[in-house]
């Protein structure tokens, strides 16, 4: 557990009753998708119950103020798996208190205790967090959309 300004900050695994709350925070976090209600009720549950990710919340006075998604990323090249951190929002009137740091270092330990040889993270905006966390910028990020996002 970890302390923040307001109060005491936990760090647990997401459980399915989070899944309100963090819809709400994945709205405000998402730049290049619109967030379909309908694709994060069947991808939630998923990640809540799948061994491949590491769905973390922080907690405190019963409210969620961020949470952290990593996937599982088995690999060849780098001779074991990766962790890649794929989404990290902190709530805007909790950042700069350590919730981000606490749920980055829950990820970290996470893939550190699982026998991860790295964790990645790909972020066009958050660069310098990264870089000051320890990361190091390594290489470019290249998409190509297959689907439009549209609601079903």
Do not use: C
């Not at 976090?29 to 549950?45: G, L």
């Not at 290489?139 to 549209?150: G, I, M, R």
């Amino acid at each position: 557990m970890m302390s923040a300004d307001n109060g005491r900050i936990q760090i647990r695994r997401a459980k399915i009753t989070d899944a309100d709350r963090i819809f709400e925070m994945l709205a405000e976090f998402v730049t290049s998708y619109r967030p379909i209600r309908e694709a994060f009720d069947i991808n939630f549950p998923a990640l809540v119950n799948s061994a491949d990710a590491d769905l973390l919340v922080a907690e405190s006075d019963n409210n969620l103020r961020g949470y952290a998604l990593a996937l599982r990323v088995p690999t060849l090249y780098a001779n074991g798996e990766l962790w890649n951190l794929q989404e990290l929002f902190v709530d805007a009137a909790f950042r700069s208190r350590g919730v981000g740091r606490g749920l980055l270092d829950a990820v970290v330990d996470n893939a550190r205790r699982r026998g991860a040889v790295e964790v990645t993270v790909v972020s066009r905006r958050a660069g310098p967090y990264y870089v000051k966390h320890g990361f190091l910028e390594t290489a470019s990020y290249f998409k190509l959309k297959l689907t439009e996002n549209t609601p079903p």
